[in-house]
RNA sequence: CGGGGUAUAGCGCAGCCUGGUAGCGCAUCUGGUUUGGGACCAGAGGGUCGCAAGUUCGAAUCUUGCUGCCCCGACCA
């Protein structure tokens, strides 16, 4: 891509509403703009990363056995009326009614639908087990939006929901989603910790938050230090498998949320030097509810010996919007964004310092060429700004690798590539740089 | 939903107390000089001062009501 022909408005000074430090970044870095409280545009640099933060999700989910499909946002109050939770929800459920005067509601989340849509559609233990996901836009009118995408009113989710014969083998259910969460944050770059969590207005019995550490997270949490160093399963977890060991390990120590923790429990089960109690942000949720929906909604399937059954469910959320936010606090510095390659909009930025020139021109223009060819993305500030304004827009957008290409060194032949993250630079031939760059960022 | 702020050019702000018809910095546009870490000089464009009433000869400024946005708390993915 040209930044020449890009729409990438970018904002020198900080902007005052704008609290923490990853919705001052996205803002500068020309991602978000807020449109009305806790609503927002996504700019292209910031769809560009929404979209990759969907497609690890959407890989992950899919190695776990998960099927997509697409709820709408718009749902019936009458569904809401079959759980109870119409009246139950609050204030935070925003409620249209439309041109008939019927009830609607703008969903907040989508159990009753997926209810739905199972007990009209499965009738028997044979379709099971079952697990069926979205990512859609939810909205809740939270009283008090702030820290931009962390905390909106309109956000985006991938929420999955799981159908089982049996509490076994929802549970195995459960652990399938449970190791997929693990793997799904860990490509992202970051370290999620699962926690001990409040069930909350979906109810439930077995949950866990997962948390990312982070000075800005919105609740205190409190965890045993050998998560940080813990290994996550690899490409080749056997999710056919009994994966209640690695659920079991990643749930031994310690570890909750301000809301349930247990201050003596966790003193007296984690030695003083391994102890953390640090503020977390929640990047997902999972839980186990039973028949909390099926039952009512009339969720059943015949079993093995003719009798109906209440399914047994569970719901599986990820932020996928806010985990821009959770990305950026844990990955930034102060000229700006520091993307983990996995999800950074574009992996190379080429910086033109001499738009014009032939030599520099040439040498650009190839390598651009080059690079792009071999399914690397690349951004090419082809403008003509100073070069002082190109850096700084680099360092912002933060790019994992920066490739600059002006007269001093092209004279001699030679790019100055910039690892973003380290800051380390080098002078290579552009022979060396298409090099470099082709075996860090293609697996 | 309680408490506290704030609203003036695209962004950040001054002017308001003490009423007289709007200004600064950045950004934008033009010309010139520059050009390896957010350049400099000269010039130009851009605002029904959040909305609505009221007071007044006259309101950005005073009064009342409404609305948006931000911060703290409670709540929450």
Redesign the pocket.
């Known amino acids: 891509m040209r930044l020449s022909r890009y729409f990438l408005p970018?904002?020198?000074?900080t902007?005052?509403?704008a609290?923490i430090v990853s919705h001052r970044l996205m803002l500068?870095a020309g991602m978000i703009r807020?449109q009305?409280?806790?609503i927002y545009s996504w700019l292209p640099l910031g769809l560009k990363v929404l979209r990759k933060i969907e497609r690890i999700v959407e890989e992950e989910q899919a190695r776990a056995g998960a099927v997509q499909l697409l709820m709408p946002t718009i749902q019936s109050a009458d569904l809401w009326r079959e759980s109870g939770r119409y009246d139950a929800y609050g204030?935070?459920m925003l409620r249209i009614t439309d041109r008939h005067d019927r009830d609607m509601l703008f969903g907040p989340t989508n159990e009753e639908m997926i209810t739905d849509i199972f007990r009209s559609n499965v009738r028997s233990y044979k379709d099971l087990p079952l697990n069926l996901y979205h990512i859609q836009w939810k909205f809740?009118d939270?009283?008090?939006?702030?820290?931009g995408v962390m905390?909106?009113?309109e956000?985006l989710?991938k929420d999955a929901y799981s159908f089982d014969l049996d509490q076994d083998a929802a549970v195995e259910s459960y652990n399938r989603m449970f190791v997929a969460y693990l793997r799904t944050y860990k490509r992202m770059g970051l370290t999620a910790i699962p926690m001990r969590a409040e069930t909350?207005?979906?109810g439930g019995d077995l949950s866990h938050?997962f948390i990312v550490l982070a000075d800005t997270g919105?609740?205190a949490v409190y965890c045993h230090s050998d998560y940080l160093e813990k290994a996550v399963p690899g490409e080749d977890v056997d999710f056919d498998s009994d994966l209640s060991p690695i659920v079991a390990d990643w749930t031994s120590d310690y570890a909750a949320t301000e809301d349930v923790v247990d201050m003596t429990e966790f003193e007296n089960s984690v030695p003083e030097d391994k102890r953390i109690s640090a503020r977390g942000i929640?990047?997902g949720?999972t839980f186990y509810f039973g028949t909390k929906y099926s039952a009512p909604m009339g969720a059943k399937v015949a079993t093995a010996d003719g009798t109906e059954v209440p399914v047994h469910m569970g719901s599986y959320?990820v932020?996928v919007?806010?985990l821009l936010g959770a990305i950026i606090e844990a990955n930034h510095d102060d000229?700006g964004i520091v993307w983990p390659a996995s999800v950074a909009p574009f992996h190379v930025g080429v910086v033109n310092?001499?738009v014009g020139d032939e030599l520099t021109d040439s040498a650009c223009e190839d390598l651009y060429a080059k690079l792009e060819a071999a399914g690397i993305e690349v951004l090419y500030d082809d403008t003509d700004n100073?070069?002082?304004?190109k850096?700084?827009?680099m360092?912002?957008i933060g790019l994992p690798f920066q490739v600059?290409?002006?007269?001093?060194?092209?004279k001699d032949g030679l790019f100055?590539v910039?690892d973003r993250r380290s800051g380390e630079k080098e002078m290579l031939s552009p022979e060396a740089t298409f090099n470099k760059l082709v075996s860090a960022l293609t697996v």
């Open positions: 970018i904002i020198k000074e902007p005052k509403e609290e500068r807020q009305s409280a806790g204030k935070e809740r939270e009283v008090r939006p702030r820290f905390r909106g009113r956000f989710m909350g207005p979906i938050e919105e609740s929640e990047v949720q959320g932020g919007s806010r000229d310092l001499k100073r070069a002082g304004a850096f700084a827009t360092d912002l600059v290409g002006g007269p001093r060194g092209l100055e910039k």
